[in-house]
Structures are given as C-alpha cells and as structure tokens.
Nanobody, 115 residues
Framework: QVQLVESGGGLVQPGGSLRLSCAAS????????MDWYRQAPGKQRELVAS???????NYADSVKGRFTISRDNVKNTVYLQMNSLNAEDTAVYYC?????????WGQGTQVTVSS
C-alpha cells in the first residue's frame, strides 16, 4: 500500500519559515520524481517545486529564491524548506510522487501565513 504523509504545516507570521516533510512508503522512492503542489482557496492546484530521481530541481517563479526542495532517499522523505513566507503562500500543500504514468498523492498539509 502506497502512502505519502505530509507534515510540518501550520500558522506562521509573514517573513517566517516552515519546513514541510513528506514521508513515502510502499514505493521505490529513489526512482520517483517528487513534487510539491499547493492549492489556495478558490484557485487551481499549482506545481511549486519538483526534484527528480537524480536530484534535478525546478521551481515555480513565485517561489524561486525562497523555497528549497530536497530529498533523503534513505529516509524516503522529500522536504520543502520555505523562507520569507507571505500571505500569498497560504494554501494546502500536497506531496506527489510520479514515475512514468503512475502518480500518488498525499493528503495535504495546511500552511497559513498571517499576522
């Protein structure tokens, strides 16, 4: 059974930082591209950051220079370090694992940026 479990969300003040984690089980983790998506209320889900099996990374323009994606293939975990957060980063953040035509989603973790 495949499971992706996100954690690390919460309430943070503008300018603050959070680190999200997504722990995977039931898949050959190191062979998957791992993505972080987010969905704000009333908006479409958008790709935030991606890291391939060989650790190539890509970021949405809106988070470049502020967010960093990384992976630990021993712990089967992908991380999203988020710095300089602002209100526009408020969303539910989802972890996705994809390989070829196969894709798995986590349940999401809420990030709220507010003073």
């Amino acid at each position: 059974q495949v499971q992706l479990v996100e954690s690390g969300g919460g309430l943070v003040q503008p300018g603050g930082s959070l680190r999200l984690s997504c722990a995977a089980s039931g898949i050959w983790f190191s062979g998957y591209t791992m993505d972080w998506y987010r969905q704000a209320p009333g908006k479409q889900r958008e790709l935030v950051a991606s890291i391939t099996s060989d650790r190539n990374t890509n970021y949405a323009d809106s988070v470049k220079g502020r967010f960093t994606i990384s992976r630990d293939n021993v712990k089967n975990t992908v991380y999203l370090q988020m710095n300089s957060l602002n209100a526009e980063d408020t969303a539910v953040y989802y972890c996705n694992a994809k390989r070829s035509t196969v894709s798995y989603w986590g349940q999401g973790t809420q990030v709220t940026v507010s003073s």
